[in-house]
């Protein structure tokens, strides 16, 4: 059935009335298209899920840095020794294994200590934040222990390669190839952990507002890492100043 009505077209005691224009195309014998129910039309559409209160998360972020980020740090921080030791001294390989199983004993007794504390985050990044610390150390033990095994089991080609050279001069050829790298240990690296995205729309740490707050530069705001920084830490979403709240 092929249907074109105009429906409505009265005048009565100089009113108009209201047209309503129905069209129905014909797409195929008895296929009839429908005009959409004026009730459905009318209908409010649902609330979106986005349009509650959003939760500030820079405060969580500044207590989970607070209670932990020290920590991270001293493992991190064992890189200079064993730095110094790899590159400067002379002294043998007995200095240049001390340097690593110190830097191996560093960060185990770090991770012990946070496995004795319960997860204290609740927000989506201070939690992202929370994993990405505990996970680089577990990360780090795991790589500062095999640097110390690899040392070990090398021991006999080292003791005479270091007498009169650094470590750093001594690894060259073949002699270092199989050497452990931090790239080969997951979540080993430092920089993965102080350029979290989810910290960067949380603050503003500088003049003009909006400048880019990685994590490490947070931290140093808090009076936290090998760096501290003085100065205005600001929740991007309020404006408080969280250096001076905390």
């Not at 390989?93 to 185990?108: H, M």
Request: hydrophobic share 40%; glycine share 8%.
């Amino acid at each position: 059935m092929n249907r074109n009505a105009l429906i409505g077209a009265g005048v009565a005691s100089g009113v108009i009335g209201i047209a309503l224009v129905v069209v129905a195309s014909m797409r195929g014998k008895g296929d009839e298209a429908k005009a959409p129910s004026p009730a459905l039309s009318a209908a409010p559409s649902a609330p979106s899920a986005s349009s509650g209160p959003t939760i500030d998360q820079a405060p969580d972020v500044v207590a989970v840095l607070q209670r932990d980020y020290e920590l991270v740090v001293e493992c991190s921080s064992e890189d200079l020794g064993w730095g110094i030791c790899h590159g400067e001294e002379k002294g043998g390989f007995l200095k240049v294994r001390a340097c690593a199983e110190q830097a191996a004993k560093t960060c185990s007794a770090v991770a012990d200590v946070l496995a004795e504390r319960p997860p204290s985050a609740t927000t989506p990044c201070g939690k992202t934040v929370e994993s990405a610390m505990r996970a680089y150390v577990k990360g780090r033990v795991e790589f500062t222990k095999a640097r110390l095994e690899w040392l070990d089991k090398k021991k006999g080609t080292f003791i005479p390669a270091l007498i009169n050279k650094t470590m750093a001069d001594a690894c060259t050829g073949e002699l270092c190839a199989d050497k452990p790298l931090e790239v080969n240990f997951k979540n080993a690296d430092i920089v993965a952990v102080n350029s979290l995205e989810c910290v960067k729309p949380l603050f503003n740490c500088d003049p003009p507002l909006g400048n880019v707050c990685w994590l490490a530069k947070v931290a140093s705001r808090l009076g936290l890492g090998p760096e501290p920084t003085p100065g205005p830490l600001k929740s991007a979403a309020t404006g408080a100043d969280l250096s001076k709240a905390n």
